[in-house]
T-cell receptor, first 115, second 116 residues
Framework: GAGVSQSPRYKVAKRGQDVALRCDPI?????LFWYQQALGQGPEFLTY????????KSGLPSDRFFAERPEGSVSTLKIQRTQQEDSAVYLC?????????????FGPGTRLTVT | AQSVAQPEDQVNVAEGNPLTVKCTYS??????LFWYVQYPNRGLQFLLK??????LVKGSYGFEAEFNKSQTSFHLKKPSALVSDSALYFC??????????????FGTGTKLQVIP
């Protein structure tokens, strides 16, 4: 079956541009997570959705970052006025349920380079 | 705050030899621990988890991990390494503050190189 997909896989943006990163979770998965992975680092939590509700956005680094999941399936992470420090791989993950026993399934990520 | 530490940036092991990738944790309360593997240009893949129960946890691809409460460690092991095991390995801990969902904190990763 299809896994988590993300698009685009690679994105180059000039500083100051807005970008939108898309995540298609596995069909029927309730939970959706966004992570930011800087070069040479582990993924860092950005935000969490349960269906269409954004229950935790404590990891978003600034108000330039915005995420949505309006129909409880596809999610979009938007970054406004990109800065060089936003360069990273953005990972999306989904799971069937919300509890700790549920595995997270990760997409391949979107590599964002801000020039 | 919950955290995990992976003290080795890289581990080299000969094919066929046993491998160990180290992880120590710091949590308040009961630890929920995970190992993930990341292959180049691919997303993270779940290997195994410790929630409760037996200290030796068996996972995918022949990997296992030993939970040691007294040493606050959760080392990843495999009896016989394969070249195809070469990848980046991440230890992770569930953030107890996250309530009912699985918000995890990842370590910095250990690159495993299996030499033919």
């Amino acid at each position: 079956g299809a896994g988590v997909s993300q698009s685009p896989r690679y994105k180059v943006a000039k500083r100051g541009q807005d970008v939108a990163l898309r995540c298609d979770p596995i069909s029927g998965h309730v939970s959706l997570f966004w992570y930011q992975q800087a070069l040479g680092q582990g993924p860092e939590f950005l935000t969490y959705f349960q269906n269409e509700a954004q229950l935790d956005k404590s990891g978003l680094p600034s108000d330039r970052f915005f995420a949505e999941r309006p129909e409880g399936s596809v999610s979009t992470l938007k970054i406004q006025r990109t800065q060089q420090e936003d360069s990273a791989v953005y990972l999306c993950a989904s799971s069937t349920g919300a509890g700790v026993s549920y595995e997270q399934y990760f997409g391949p990520g979107t590599r964002l380079t801000v020039t | 705050a919950q955290s995990v530490a992976q003290p080795e940036d890289q581990v080299n092991v000969a094919e066929g030899n046993p491998l160990t990738v180290k992880c120590t944790y710091s949590v308040s309360g009961n630890p929920y621990l995970f190992w993930y593997v990341q292959y180049p240009n691919r997303g993270l893949q779940f290997l195994l988890k410790y929630i409760t129960g037996d200290n030796l946890v068996k996972g995918s691809y022949g990997f296992e991990a030993e939970f040691n409460k007294s040493q606050t460690s959760f080392h990843l092991k495999k009896p016989s390494a394969l070249v195809s095991d070469s990848a980046l390995y991440f230890c992770a801990v569930r953030d107890i503050r996250s309530g009912g969902y699985q918000k995890v904190t990842f370590g910095t990763g250990t690159k495993l190189q299996v030499i033919p």
